[in-house]
């Protein structure tokens, strides 16, 4: 094979089986050049998509996109792997790739695109009829190729067919000026014979050696006449015998001569008719198989003219099919959405009518408590009637004694006259009760008096002693008597009588103590629970709503604290201690002329900050002392700093840790009421604070009645059985907490986790209704 000094392209296709034997051809026979790649790429006319293969120009236009991206990026990993065949054979290589319609076509613009002088090629087949026929590519580029191309046909690794190239269109070589049909006799019987040489050759040999055989009689001539002069000659010189006898010599061995050349002649003009026979023979089965593939090629027409047909058909059914199943989608999709809607409304009238009973419910509960409000109170009532006949009882009796002389009528004439319910003691009476104020009747013991159990008249009472030499005693006797002598209250401490005489008050026993004894007592007879905490904090309201809203004088405690709140034998609050109470008119309730000129006696703990700024005494400096009452009772923990405390742990959202933990498991509504009630209550600044109104002291009434509001049903997940936040629904018609149902899904579950069937489709639907039912439940809860 002729090597040449240009660039060599070579045509390289999409199988690398074959271009790699093709590539091997080349790299032996043109050795240590540079070879350009050709490939053709040829866009796919049919698309993959989800209903089928659909023409390119039906198909979605970014699935089109996407799908042309893949063809490119396989285009270019094959055409890696022949730059790596290339540089494993240690050969310098170049892609050229060209997009077109038709791979023949795009080769052979490149080949005119880029002036491609030498062009290898492969086939498809051996034989040089095929090669014309079936191989189109081959023929194509054959036959369309510019005249300067010269291109080489290789089949598995061999050489088939050189067409020549001439240099200019005007200066065409020798063999280019053959008529056609010889051209093509040629490279047919090259293709039959399997030579590597262009068959030309041995035409021109065997055109050769005939005109070698024409040259014999001239030849002969020449002999003749060479003899006939070298006769002639010898004649002259010799006898004539000899030169007869010569020349016959001469002439019998130009006859011996010419007979065997002529027989030689003959013997290969008949092997010559041989081989023409022989070839006439091959030419007719030749066109024999090419009448055959004619029929063949109709035939294949006829069938591929069917099938283009038959294709239409199917394009046009699968057409109708796809419109016929995009019309279901459609339908299917109104269908889903109708269902929603239904699903919707389904669950928004189950959400009314759920908060329809749950509306009925509430409003029967509220009629249960307020039914046991009017009993409570009627039941109060009756005890404060009962209290009060039998303290008036046991008045008319010791008054029916007749112990009480002229001289100590004159002393408390006042108290009798102002305060006629009120009972007059004497000190003989206080200290026969007492066993003379005996340290074994002593209950307690404070800054201004002294407090002792005693037995009066088959009763026992409270007697609080306070010391004559105090000035602020005094006050205190007579502000305890002025309050506690014209009030009767559940919650308020009974006073029963005075002893002017003794600077001493007389008040029902209560033998459970105080509040600050109960709540920090180590070993309590019953556990504090929750509910009785939020009972006794409804109670202390319910005396503190009581005070405050008397007319025409307000009262203000001024010293509420845990150690004044008493204990009655049914764990009722009872407030005691008015000593330090302030009665005063709304007029001058905010003077800043009014101040209270006494100090409490109390913890400084409990006094109101702005009162101990200014000095004014108002109703909200209970509500101050109340409000540190409520976290004493949440948390069982003392005063100092508690405000501060539990606002820390709200804000770090850590209430339960603050919570006392032997009330039990808190409810964490009535919690977070209670707390968030007690920190508006201990605002520094009054104004901030709370006012303590009847629709206040009803609610902390209900408190301690609330119960855990039981969850609707349809408010649970299936999956998890928790509230949903995020309901979404599912092809099986079931709504689920939207992060358990994608997680079902992406876990690769297809089927309902309720029915176990297999879900239509994966798709999920927010169920707006039912989420705002839900967070509507949840802020009323």
């Not at 030689?264 to 024999?288: G, I, M, P, Q, S």
């Not at 770090?652 to 808190?666: N, R, T």
């Not at 009847?694 to 928790?722: D, G, N, W, Y």
């Amino acid at each position: 094979m002729e090597q040449c000094d240009d660039k060599l392209h070579v045509a390289v296709g999409h199988s690398p089986k074959k271009t790699a034997t093709l590539l091997q051809w080349v790299f032996t026979h043109f050795k240590n050049k540079q070879i350009f790649l050709l490939h053709v790429h040829q866009p796919s006319t049919m698309i993959p998509t989800l209903l089928g293969k659909l023409p390119a120009s039906q198909a979605n236009p970014q699935v089109v996109s996407a799908y042309r991206i893949e063809e490119w990026e396989e285009t270019k990993k094959i055409l890696d792997k022949y730059m790596s065949l290339c540089r494993a054979a240690k050969v310098k290589a170049i892609s050229v790739i060209g997009e077109a319609d038709q791979v023949q076509k795009g080769i052979v613009d490149l080949v005119i695109r880029h002036n491609v002088r030498k062009l290898v090629i492969g086939t498809i087949t051996e034989n040089c009829l095929k090669v014309k026929r079936n191989s189109s590519k081959a023929n194509y580029a054959a036959k369309n190729a510019p005249p300067f191309c010269e291109i080489w046909f290789i089949y598995k690794g061999k050489h088939i067919w050189t067409r020549e190239a001439s240099e200019t269109p005007c200066c065409l070589s020798s063999r280019a000026q053959f008529e056609p049909t010889i051209a093509e006799s040629l490279s047919c019987r090259s293709f039959l014979h399997d030579i590597n040489e262009p068959l030309h050759s041995e035409c021109l040999k065997s055109n050769s050696s005939r005109t070698t055989i024409s040259m014999v009689p001239s030849e002969i001539i020449g002999m003749e006449a060479t003899f006939s002069s070298k006769s002639s000659g010898c004649n002259s010189h010799g006898s004539p015998q000899h030169s007869a006898r010569g020349y016959l010599d001469t002439h019998s061995v130009i006859e011996e001569t010419i007979n065997s050349e002529l027989i030689e002649a003959k013997r290969e003009a008949n092997v010559a008719t041989d081989k023409a026979f022989a070839e006439l023979l091959k030419c007719k089965r030749l066109e024999v198989k090419v009448i055959e593939a004619i029929s063949k090629v109709n035939s294949f027409e006829s069938a591929h003219a069917r099938e283009v047909e038959l294709r239409k058909e199917a394009e046009d059914a699968l057409r109708a099919t796809v419109q016929e199943q995009q019309k279901l989608l459609d339908e299917k999709e109104e269908t889903a959405s109708e269902l929603q809607r239904t699903m919707r409304s389904i669950s928004l009238l189950g959400s009314c009518a759920h908060e329809t009973n749950h509306r009925r419910d509430s409003a029967i509960d509220e009629l249960s408590v307020i039914q046991a409000s009017i009993s409570n109170l009627r039941h109060e009532k009756q005890q404060i009637r009962r209290q009060k006949m039998e303290a008036l009882r046991w008045l008319e009796r010791w008054r029916s004694r007749g112990q009480v002389g002229a001289e100590q009528c004159n002393g408390v004439i006042g108290f009798a006259e102002e305060f006629p319910e009120l009972a007059e003691f004497s000190l003989s009476d206080l200290q026969n009760a007492t066993c003379n104020f005996s340290e074994s009747f002593k209950i307690r013991e404070g800054g201004y008096g002294s407090i002792y159990k005693g037995e009066m008249l088959g009763r026992t009472v409270a007697i609080r002693k306070l010391h004559p030499h105090n000035m602020q005693g005094s006050t205190e006797f007579h502000q305890e008597v002025q309050v506690l002598g014209s009030l009767q209250h559940p919650h308020l401490l009974t006073l029963l009588g005075v002893c002017p005489e003794a600077w001493s008050l007389v008040y029902e026993y209560l033998p459970n103590g105080s509040l600050q004894d109960y709540l920090f007592r180590k070993c309590s007879p019953l556990p504090l629970t929750w509910k009785i905490r939020a009972r006794w904090i409804a109670e202390i309201a319910t005396a503190l709503c009581f005070l405050h809203s008397c007319k025409p004088e307000t009262i203000i405690h001024g010293d509420l604290k845990l150690e004044i709140v008493l204990l009655d034998s049914s764990l009722s609050c009872k407030i005691c201690e008015f000593g330090f109470s302030r009665m005063v008119t709304e007029e001058s309730l905010y003077l800043p002329t009014f101040h209270f000129r006494t100090e409490p006696k109390g913890s400084f703990t409990y006094t109101d900050p702005e009162y101990q700024r200014t000095g004014v005494l108002t109703p909200k400096s209970d509500i101050y002392s109340f409000g540190l009452i409520i976290l004493q009772l949440l948390t069982g923990r003392t005063p100092v700093g508690l405000a501060g405390e539990v606002r820390r742990a709200i804000s770090c959202g850590k209430l339960s840790s603050i919570l006392d933990s032997s009330a039990g498991e808190w409810h964490s509504v009535v919690a977070t009421r209670l707390v968030e009630l007690g920190l508006q209550c201990c605002q520094l600044n009054s104004r901030d604070r709370p006012e303590l109104t009847s629709s206040l002291v009803r609610e902390l009434e209900q408190l301690h009645v609330t119960e855990e509001r039981p969850v609707p049903a349809f408010f649970l997940c299936p999956i998890l059985q928790e509230i949903m936040h995020d309901p979404q629904v599912a092809a099986d018609g079931f709504t689920y907490e939207g992060k358990a149902i994608s997680e079902w899904l992406q876990n690769g579950h297809e089927t309902s986790p309720m029915t176990n069937l297999k879900l239509d489709h994966l798709h999920l639907t927010p169920n707006h209704a039912l989420r705002l039912a839900i967070q509507g439940w949840l802020c009323k809860s």
